[in-house]
């Protein structure tokens, strides 16, 4: 069981918006970035978010990431169906070892 | 361009032993701390291990502490993971990644295979 939670899975329909939700404490996202990461089927995993908010080179404005004391959310919107895959929220805890959530599964219906 | 690559991957015997190699280009290897993930099948991502840029510091998961060992050859961009007394559930794909400033994984490999079973 991840330390680091979030909804198995989200579905929203073409065009619309959803939000992924990542739940920590205080010794892990409450202190340290939170990244995002999108892993489409059958693929590795690829950067989508840094440092709580910021988008690398090549990612649309459509993902954004926020974070709010122990938690974080990814949001995107104008869904596609290109969408669909696994996400996972990853950040660092006080003895500076990596950590990941559940991962979320979204379904563009 | 940039990638990473790995090898090393296979069916070993629960006891076992199988040393993974990750081949690094297109950007200055001896810059980066770098890490290996993991991904039981149908399971999310697990941290392993990583390793600081010039191999002083290295961190590794309980999971796998006192079986498994890191390291690197920045004169030869390649890092490796070494792995001993494999159990079955060590079963996984193996994907090795760049750790942007410890806070981020920026650039993944697309991993290798690891299966443990009699």
């Known amino acids: 069981q991840s330390v680091l939670t979030q909804p198995p899975s989200v579905s929203a329909a073409p065009g619309q918006k959803v939000t992924i939700s990542c739940s920590g404490s205080?010794?892990?996202?409450?202190?340290?970035?939170v990244s995002w990461y999108q892993q489409l089927p059958g693929t590795a995993p690829k950067l989508l978010i840094y440092?709580?908010?910021k988008r690398p080179s090549g990612i649309p404005d459509r993902f954004s990431g926020s974070k709010s004391g122990t938690s974080a959310t990814l949001g995107i919107t104008g869904l596609q169906t290109g969408d669909e895959a696994d996400y996972y929220c990853?950040?660092?805890?006080?003895?500076?070892?990596?950590?990941f959530g559940g991962g979320t599964k979204l379904t563009v219906l | 361009q940039v990638q990473l690559v790995e090898s090393g991957g296979g069916l070993v015997k629960p006891g076992g032993s199988l040393r993974l190699s990750c081949a690094a280009s297109?950007?200055?290897?001896?810059?980066?701390?770098m890490s290996w993930i993991r991904q039981a099948p149908g399971k999310g991502l697990e941290w392993v291990s990583y390793i600081s840029s010039s191999s002083s510091y290295t961190n590794y998961a309980d999971s796998v502490k006192g079986r498994f060992t890191i390291s690197r050859d920045n004169a030869k961009n390649s890092l490796y993971l070494q792995m001993n007394s494999l159990r079955a559930e060590d079963t996984a794909v193996y994907y090795c990644?760049?750790?942007?400033?410890?806070?981020?994984?920026?650039?993944w490999g697309r991993g290798t295979l690891v299966t443990v079973s009699s």
């Open positions: 990853g950040t660092w805890d006080s003895s500076l070892s990596a950590l």
């Open positions: 297109g950007f200055t290897f001896s810059d980066y701390y």
């Open positions: 205080s010794s892990n996202i409450g202190n340290n970035y």
């Open positions: 990644a760049r750790a942007g400033d410890l806070r981020y994984f920026d650039l």
């Open positions: 440092e709580n908010n």
